[in-house]
């Protein structure tokens, strides 16, 4: 029973790193519609940011953090300014194809730009930002580090609810993904607000990374976690924010109970088995509305 | 004079040679084979030389160049000074494909010394055996492009995985004692041939693999896997994935305080010190060992002919770990050359490789082939690693299990 419950935890532990990343993506795409590949190599370039800063520039793990996350803001934003906007304004016969290719060019360009790093050739981790002996909940054992991922997980979803709910800006942000012509109209600068989500986005994807550096460990490939952070959208609901932090949780754990009861040679494809389930069974997610047909 | 007294010694070891020159032969002024001619032979050498698997290779080549150099410095082989083309496969297969090619069409080499990515290497095997090129791979494990044997493509000489596999069960079944062990590896190729060979030799030795676990090389939590090897029990734990899993599992291992010997494969501790920053808990080295195909720590006694060799090549370089790994293949090629007699063809010197038996001076075992056996090398050391202080662990493990293939 201990082994069980420890699994469950690591899983939740895990799981929130999941949400988080997919809750990058899921704001991203009820906002601008685009699904941002890039997601995980965001991830990645906030971790080798903050590296960078504290091992080779030798500053503090608060100020690494703020380098990294700001970092992204502005990546997020300049990538939007420079590259999608662009896209929006010309003539490509579908818009979201050339936004959503835009996408995973960036994600090489990240990748290609952190090879050029130093350090990027061994396996490289982030200090924990929480030390000290671990805590014991009967037989399940959990690190300082675990509990301040799931604490700033909650935190910074918390911040968002508010952020969206009852701030100007946040209501702006929410009349463009619901209605972007309507926004419009109401005389709401829809452009500078999608500019606005992308850094946004991007800067959640860097608090992510910085959570899960020092868990996960980084090297230039560790992007791919955002194969995860996709499956935990998909099964949430992939227009809905509480359905993807229900995702990712629901995949960590879902995740090592499969690897601890079954085998762990099914912990690679037991994601993408409750992903076909989900789209079989509910395609629109569990906890997203009724299908939406848009007229094309 | 110190590299041609090395040189000189290897070759006695080698039982190939004398303590003399290189043979000046009498050259025909004909040859049946391309990139020979009376005074030159060329090799083409490649492997990964940028992109981010360049670590693997960049330094294995530095070593192979600079053991060909030594020897064009000691007059050559039968008279001709070897050439170079030195190109970059960025260990891609799709890169390797054209690098072999164009080193084959375009630079017409006598034969190939390359690779340092499986993968890349295999990828070429087509090419290589319809084109009748010998090709020596450079530091690949190669399993694929060993077994089954072909009669162009000789590999492996630091060991195949499973080499690596079964030498680590050989090291903790007999000098651990240990009779039930665990096994983390990859859910991969290489993680099936190393599983094979760990089974086979623990079971050989009367021990037993009492957990089996294969993970993903990108996995990110390790709880269930490290969770069902607590509950297994074993005396030891044998880990031969790539180096991610590894660090999340030393640290999954550590923070379950679980106490047992904790032994790890060289492709799981690429860099011993980036693997103590990685894990970040000094405790979880308590009880931990390491193997490695060379003969010695990477800065021992018996690599220093090598450091010393490397470091008159590349006053401005540092050896990376991978280096030495590099120095075997162009040992065979060379002395198979000169077995081969003063005018070589490409078919006399896959025989002369196919008879091949020497000390490399380099490496835990010797380079063994014959007519249906592909895989150079076949030992391991072990190296036990405090987090701090490596200390060679005595004896030399082989493996004895060469697969159904």
Redo the contacts between chains.
């Keep these: 029973m201990g ?1 069980v419950a ?2 469950v935890a ?2 939740v ?2 799981g929130t ?1 999941y949400a988080l990343v997919a809750l990058s993506l899921v704001i991203l795409y009820k906002s601008t519609d685009v699904i941002n590949f890039a997601g995980g190599d965001v991830v990645m370039a906030a971790c080798y940011i903050a590296f960078i800063t504290v091992v080779v520039a030798g500053a503090p793990y608060w100020l690494a953090a703020i380098v990294a996350v700001l970092g992204l803001f502005v990546i997020g934003a300049g990538f939007d300014r420079l590259v999608l906007a662009r896209i929006a304004r010309g003539k490509a016969d579908n818009l979201m194809v050339a936004m959503v290719i835009a996408t995973i060019g960036l994600s090489y360009v990240l990748k290609g730009a952190v ?1 050029l790093l130093p350090h ?6 982030l ?2 930002a929480f030390t000290g002996p ?1 805590i014991f909940l009967g037989n399940v ?1 959990l ?1 300082r580090q675990d509990v301040g991922i799931v604490v700033i997980t909650v935190a910074v979803m918390a911040l968002l609810y508010l952020f969206y709910r009852y701030t100007r800006l946040g209501k702006g942000l929410r009349a463009t993904a619901e209605d972007p012509r309507a926004a419009v109209l109401i005389g709401i600068p829809v452009q500078r607000m999608r500019m606005l989500i992308w850094a946004i986005a991007c800067a959640l994807g860097a608090i992510a990374g910085l959570l ?1 550096a ?4 980084m ?4 992007g ?2 955002v194969i ?1 952070a996709f499956a935990a959208a998909v099964i949430g609901g992939f227009t809905n924010i509480p359905g993807a932090i229900v995702g990712g949780l629901a995949l ?1 754990i879902i ?6 009861f079954i085998s ?2 099914a ?2 494809v037991a994601p993408f088995i409750v992903i076909m389930l989900v789209l079989a069974i509910r395609p629109q997610g569990l906890f997203g509305g009724a299908p939406v047909f848009k007229k094309l | 004079m110190f590299l041609r007294g090395i040189f000189a010694a290897i070759l006695v070891m080698a039982g190939i040679g004398t303590a003399q020159a290189w043979p000046v032969g009498s050259p025909s002024g004909h040859y049946a084979d391309p990139g020979i001619t009376d005074t030159e032979i060329t090799i083409g050498l490649f492997g990964p030389q940028s ?2 698997l ?2 693997f290779g960049f330094d294995a080549i530095g070593a192979a160049q600079m053991w060909y150099d030594m020897v064009n410095r000691s007059g050559g082989i039968w008279g001709r000074k070897i050439r170079l083309v030195i190109e970059d496969d960025k260990c891609d297969p799709t890169a390797a494909n054209a690098v072999v090619r164009k080193l084959v069409t375009v630079d017409k080499v006598f034969l190939l010394n390359g690779g340092s990515c499986t993968a890349a290497i295999v990828a070429t095997q087509e090419y290589i055996t319809r084109e009748k090129v010998p090709t020596m791979m450079l530091n690949a494990a190669g399993d694929n492009g060993v077994f089954p044997p072909t009669r162009y493509m000789f590999g492996a000489f630091g060991g195949t995985q499973l080499t690596v596999g079964g030498t680590i069960a050989d090291f903790v079944a007999r000098q651990l004692k240990a009779k039930k062990i665990a096994y983390l590896g990859s ?1 991969d190729d290489f993680g099936a041939a190393n599983l094979a060979a760990a089974k086979f030799m623990a079971h050989k030795h009367g021990a037993e693999l009492v957990a089996v ?4 090389r ?4 390790v ?3 490290i ?2 090897i ?2 297994a029990n074993p005396d030891a734990v044998m880990i031969t994935t790539y ?2 899993p590894a ?2 599992a030393m640290q999954k291992i550590s ?3 679980m106490k047992m010997p904790i032994i790890a494969a060289v492709q799981a501790v ?2 011993p010190a ?2 103590v ?2 894990v ?1 808990n000094p405790a979880a080295f308590t009880n931990f060992y390491y193997g490695s195909p060379l003969n010695d720590l990477t800065d021992g006694p018996r690599q220093q002919w090598v450091l010393k060799m490397y470091k008159t090549a590349f006053p401005d370089r540092k050896p990376t770990a991978f280096m030495a790994y590099g120095l075997p293949s162009a040992q065979a090629i060379t002395y198979a050359l000169l077995l081969a007699g003063p005018t070589p063809t490409r078919e006399s010197f896959v025989e002369a490789m196919s008879h091949l038996h020497f000390e490399t001076g380099v490496m835990a075992g010797p380079i063994e082939f014959d007519e249906h056996k592909r895989d150079g090398h076949n030992a391991s050391i072990f190296i036990k690693f405090d987090g701090t202080q490596s200390t060679r662990m005595p004896g030399v493990y082989v493996n004895e299990y060469r697969g159904n293939k």
């Design positions: 082994a420890q699994a690591s899983g532990v895990t790193i090879r990027t050739e061994d396996v490289q981790t200090p924990p671990p054992i690190l899960i020092p868990k996960i460990l090297t230039p490939d560790m791919d976690i995860l960590g995740e090592n109970l499969v690897g601890f762990t040679e912990i690679a | 992109g981010p360049r670590n859910d676990e294969r993970v993903p990108n996995i990110v939590d709880t269930a896997p969770l069902r607590r509950q180096p991610q660090t999340l923070e379950f305080q690429p860099n980036a693997l920053k990685a970040n």
